[in-house]
């Protein structure tokens, strides 16, 4: 293994020895390539430079206390990679080559995989390129699929710790009917000034209400968001969301404790209500939420009134992290392990 210092990694970027590939020619992907070069040539009229095709995922392996290595639910991500395919009329990678390309990408790079006890882990990151030229807007005829793994530390500042988030009216990042359902690159592009917003104010993350009204809460940066109030766990439901593989995992997590479980509309007056809440995703894994600000309309939600998470966000954390460690029962069958 790497000599790093593991427990200090920011969630950033640090080069490892290999990067699989795989192209998309003729109508049909070629053979999986290792690849050690972190550049990519390509064509200076490729679709995914002008037009926006392009998709990504992201998901995590984890170095586990029994010795082995494990992956969450990666034929989820593999699920969304084809919605969004779908969605920008991009060539569906198979769910068996995602796997595949998964695995070896972990193996290839064990030596990068952060211990158990650092709190780190191998953030991995698919990415599907429009390869060829088109001037007009039409989908490119060549595609690349790739894989790269970085290790990274946490997400937000201090880990599993509240943090304080702001809503922004100034920008929204998707509209009802574009393209928030999908794990686009463009998206993330629209959500930019919010966040460097959100950020110069003093917060950890800015949070969107939906387009078209402003009035009903929809996510937080790169995370969906839930609260939680007489034992329910409510999160919304809009058509300008990423579906969160870790929301729909928190969500089973919640009902198997004997929790209710609502995924509906939330208006932004709701926040008052809830005893706890939290932004989450594979980055931000569970991320409580001290306070939600509306600096507009002069309102500021406090959830957490010590500062601390709350109980049952502590214990839905500590469930999927278990699962994901392999320290926890997997009864959904969540994790596979890519290295014995
Ligand atoms: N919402 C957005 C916009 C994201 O980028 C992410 C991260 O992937 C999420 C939510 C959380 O999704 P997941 O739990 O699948 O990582
Ligand atoms: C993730 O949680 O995987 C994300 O996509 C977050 C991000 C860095 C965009």
Redesign the pocket.
């Known amino acids: 293994m790497k000599n790093l210092d593991w427990s200090k990694l920011p969630f950033g970027y640090i080069p490892t020895d290999y990067n699989v590939r795989c192209y998309y020619r003729d109508g049909k992907w070629g053979e999986v390539e290792v690849c050690s070069d972190e550049y990519i040539k390509m064509h200076m009229a490729a679709t995914c430079l002008h037009y926006g095709q392009e998709a990504f995922?992201?998901?995590k392996a984890y170095r586990c206390p029994d010795g082995k290595v494990r992956v969450f639910r990666m034929d989820?991500?593999a699920a969304?990679l084809q919605s969004t395919c779908r969605g920008i009329l991009m060539p569906e990678v198979p769910t068996e080559l995602f796997e595949e390309m998964v695995t070896k990408v972990v193996r290839l790079n064990q030596d990068y995989i952060p211990t158990y006890e650092s709190g780190a882990t191998l953030y991995i990151r698919p990415l599907l390129v429009g390869m060829s030229a088109q001037v007009g807007v039409h989908p490119a005829s060549e595609y690349l699929f790739m894989i790269f793994v970085t290790p990274v530390g946490p997400y937000f500042k201090g880990g599993f710790s509240t943090n304080p988030y702001v809503i922004i009216r100034e920008f929204d990042?998707s509209a009802p009917l574009g393209t928030?359902i999908y794990?686009v690159g463009g998206?993330?592009a629209a959500?930019l000034r919010a966040n460097k917003m959100a950020h110069d104010l003093g917060y950890a993350c800015e949070f969107y209400l939906d387009a078209k009204e402003k009035k009903y809460m929809d996510?937080c940066?790169?995370?969906?968001f839930f609260g939680i109030k007489d034992n329910t766990y409510v999160t919304p439901k809009s058509t300008s969301?990423?579906?969160?593989?870790?929301?729909?995992?928190l969500m089973q997590l919640a009902e198997d404790m004997g929790m209710k479980v609502e995924r509906r509309q939330i208006p932004e007056d709701e926040l008052a209500t809830f005893e706890e809440a939290g932004a989450?995703?594979?980055?931000?894994v569970i991320s409580p939420i001290s306070k939600i600000d509306d600096l507009e309309n002069k309102k500021s939600y406090v959830i957490s009134k010590d500062g601390k998470p709350g109980p049952i966000s502590t214990k839905l954390y500590n469930k999927l992290r278990g699962i994901q460690y392999g320290t926890e029962p997997d009864i959904h069958n969540w994790t596979k392990v890519v290295i014995e």
């Open positions: 995922e992201g998901l989820e991500n969304r990042r928030g794990k998206n993330y959500s996510e940066g790169a995370a969906n969301i990423l579906p969160s593989i870790t929301n729909k995992s989450c995703g594979t980055a931000a």
